[in-house]
């Protein structure tokens, strides 16, 4: 690990803003490939490398509403009867990768090639990412095709595998029941199916992004907040270029030779930019803000997976069939998160072509992935249920909605660095994330109600003062849950969007020497947990900037 920059330092080759899961990457590759580099890492967060809860997986739940994550609430969502839903994300070294759930997926080829469609680049299709994929991926199988698929040089080490757990065999009978044929590997270009879990551990080891990428000749600056990006006049007035940061609090200011990136994630990063000055002209007034770049889509486009979570009462708990169970006790069962299997599916197309008539929007035909469903071996973890202990007494099982549509801003809340900006998701706002919800959730409570379950399970646990849900129940019910429950799984992404804020090697418009590389950038909804990705996009871009650096650009 590199020590913490020198205080009197102040010019740097690049000046990348936010160290978690992506800046980490593009410093360290960077410094790998150019080491004659002067590259600063500015992190808002402290290095937590050496906290045992950071290194452990199993106790990411424990690290929520810690000093080690970001502690925002959403504004109130008109769609789910007015609630707010807290929002977590990284505020550490490795950001978000070193406190998340540690899953690993990659989603369908089809998002990836619908953004190299959509931007008109084939450098973010599924096959010209896939190098980035697999450059980022110490992967643990060896077969033949995880030889055209994986890697096995990366830093990021996964596992999959088969701990013991008692409801493994009869859970992947439920959902084959439901219609879901096996998947040996959903990282293979199709998630669909019902497939082994894959996270990115290595011997009870959080494989975080700074603990696996080599950090050594990089100035790390912890606890350190950017209060801007600095930008100056080039060209005679007509555009702009970025030449430093200033620091919050002191003031000061670090000066960039070449480059400033913004990887501060979805939530940060347009609020970074907008307090630079880059945003929509009408909004900064509110605010002050001279506007500098005039980029309307700035905090626009926000994206995200609303979940839906389910309970089911064990019929013999005494069995040790669920995490909180005394019998719950096998040691192999430790070197693994509570459950086997992640299951991925399509909506009928005749379902998602009703909702579109009536959002108004055009129906897609085509590949695709729309619902992920997390059967677990306990009841609370990242979306809690304050109403069922944690004693062993039920599972449950995650509906979320991969493929939404349903769209939110970030905007600035104050001039202060410090303060959250507005998150308002507008979560489930489209019937189509309702439909897509509701039949993951009528998936689920097939596979629970088939012989293979109903072996070792009841009825379906609801919330204080509602019924349980069954096959039969009508999509008004259903709707009453998901407006009770629906929460996110932290998965923001888009308020930067290639195509209307970065251009396809993720440069800022109108904006010389100055870049965002995190999720911020996706323009639209990929299939997955977005920490592959995230790793992927941050190779591809790593390697973007390092082609210029070699052409002289």
Known sequence: MAATAAMDKTHYDFIIVGGGTAGCVVASRLVQQHPALSIALIEAGPNASDNPQVQDPRAAPLLHDTDLQWKYTTASQTSLGGRQTPYWGGKLLSGSSGVNYTAWTRGHTADYDRWAGLVKSSSWSYNELLPAFKRSEHHYGDDAQANEQHGFDGPIRTQSGDFGFPLREPMRKGFETAGFAFNSDMNSGDPNGIAPLVVNWHQLQRQSSSICYPMEGIHILPNSVVSKVILEDCDGNTSKKATGVELAGSGKVLHALREVIVSCGSIRTPQLLQLSGIGSESELQKYGVPCLADLPAVGKNLMDHPAVTMFWKVRHPDKGLAFGSPAFNNPNYANSLPMDWFVTGKVPDEQLEMACKTDETTFETGPRSDYELTPMYLTNGAVPAPWLPMDGEHISCGIMCLSATSR????????????????????????????????????????????????????????????????????????????????????????????????????????????????SIIPLTVTAHLQAPVYALAEQASSMISSSLKAGI
């Open 408 to 519: 939110g801003t970030v905007s600035l809340n104050s001039t202060d660095p410090h303060d959250n900006p507005v998150i308002d998701p507008q979560y489930v706002s489209t019937e189509h994330d309702r439909v897509v919800l509701r039949a993951g959730m009528r998936y689920v409570m097939q596979a629970m109600s088939s012989p293979a379950m109903q072996e070792h399970i009841s009825t379906e646990t609801p919330p204080p003062g509602l019924q349980p849900l069954t096959v039969d129940s009508s999509d008004a019910e259903l709707d009453e849950r998901i407006d009770t429950l629906a929460f996110p799984w932290y998965h923001a992404a888009g308020t930067a969007s290639m195509g209307s804020v970065v251009d396809t090697e993720c440069r800022v418009y109108g904006v010389q020497g100055l870049r965002v590389v995190d999720a």
